[in-house]
């Protein structure tokens, strides 16, 4: 395996090459620093390393039915959004790694996501995975989309926007500097804008963490009164398909997150390689720092299950072969173990990249 240093190069090298070269080097060198600040965000700027060392650290996973898997999950992987009847919506909010892998993946990284982001509370691995599965199994047996209107109203009041991150979201938007965006990006921004002939603005856009380094781009328009925002970002084939030599570079991303089990944002839509979304201050990812993750309860971690579930079967529903290999395993054992040692894993990556260089 190579070392870490030595992957991040190797990674790089191949995402500038899918790009033709158009890589944000000021983003990029941003992400390095956040690879630096803590295992969990270590694991959110390093997708392609876990790619590489998964199947080498848990091989006893690789024979688990495979789905079309959302790859780079972990907490901050889920936000709301506005479905087309305008309710609001919670769930995986990124499929730009999205691949057909074992289903057991997501669950390893969601768990071991949640063993890196609290390590002070003392969230034991054991809890999280039985909370994980839980809502998984639940989901298994009636698949969903989360509605945050009437059924799961304790979530919409974790994560509802305050008057504050509402204003934030604007200031944030109106500190942008004005730049024009090139064709490959224009053009399907001004087509998702919600009426023709809406005059816009373009700027870059510097946000997230494991797609730091490809170009994102905003526009944003005076329509009827108020000011809409649509984003379109870079996507490259997922890095499962990288390092796995799979012959199908198709983007899957688009097609999972428009499965038969999710009421999708209607403005998301992805153009050959760039993907399209609307930005509003509901339209947002939750953050380590919201209130909602602030306390992991295992409420929310049967959530993120559920959600999960109706993900891997929104599109080819392996329920009977995954309920099987369900059965077939040890309780939450396996999947808390697992998560144990991905953690450790990664932790180890951590210190390696903070290290002096060689």
């Known amino acids: 395996m190579l070392s870490i240093r030595r992957s991040t190069k190797s990674y790089e090298d191949w995402l500038s090459a899918q790009l033709d070269g158009d890589i944000v080097a ?12 803590s295992p969990f965000a270590f694991l959110r700027a390093t997708y392609w390393r876990w ?3 998964v199947l080498e650290v848990c091989p ?13 999950i972990h907490l901050e992987n889920f936000g709301t959004w506005r479905d087309v009847e305008g309710r609001l919506i919670w769930g995986v909010n990124d499929f730009d790694e999205a ?22 509370q003392g969230t034991v691995a054991g809890t999280i995975a039985g909370a994980l599965l839980t809502g998984y199994r639940q989901a298994l047996a009636a698949p969903s989309p989360i509605v945050l209107d009437r059924k799961a109203r304790w979530l919409q009041r974790l994560v509802v926007v305050s008057d504050d991150r509402r204003k934030d979201f604007w200031k944030k938007i109106d500190e942008e500097k004005e730049e024009d ?9 001004i087509a998702a804008m919600p009426q023709k002939g809406v005059e816009v603005w373009t700027a870059r856009r510097t946000s997230g963490t494991g797609s730091l380094g490809r170009p994102r781009w905003i526009a944003v328009g005076d329509w ?6 649509r984003e379109a970002k870079a996507v490259v084939p997922s890095s499962w398909v990288r390092t796995h030599d799979i012959a199908s570079k198709k983007i899957r991303c688009g097609e999972i997150a428009n499965g038969l089990y999710r009421a999708a944002d209607p403005w998301f839509a992805v153009h050959g390689n760039v993907v399209i979304r609307r930005l509003s201050p509901n339209n947002r990812k939750i953050e380590a720092d919201d209130p909602a993750l602030q306390s992991l309860s295992p409420k929310l971690l049967q959530a993120m299950g559920r959600e999960l579930a109706a993900v891997h079967v929104g599109v080819v529903d392996e329920r009977r072969a995954i309920l ?8 939450a054992q396996w999947l808390a173990q697992a998560a144990k040692e991905m953690a450790s894993a990664i932790r180890s990556d951590f210190k390696a990249y903070r290290g002096p260089a060689r």
């Open 26 to 37: 000021k983003d990029l060198r941003r992400k390095h620093d956040k690879m630096r600040e």
């Open 99 to 120: 691949a057909v892998m074992p289903y057991a993946l997501d669950l390893v990284r969601l768990a071991a996501s949640a063993v890196l982001a609290q390590p002070k």
């Open 224 to 229: 009827k009164g108020g000011e809409v925002v």
């Open 181 to 189: 965006a090139p064709a490959r990006y224009l053009d399907p921004l």
């Open 324 to 331: 099987g290999d369900l059965d077939e395993r040890d309780g």
């Open 51 to 53: 790619a590489e060392t």
């Open 60 to 72: 006893h996973l690789k024979g688990a039915p495979s789905v079309l898997a959302v790859g780079d």
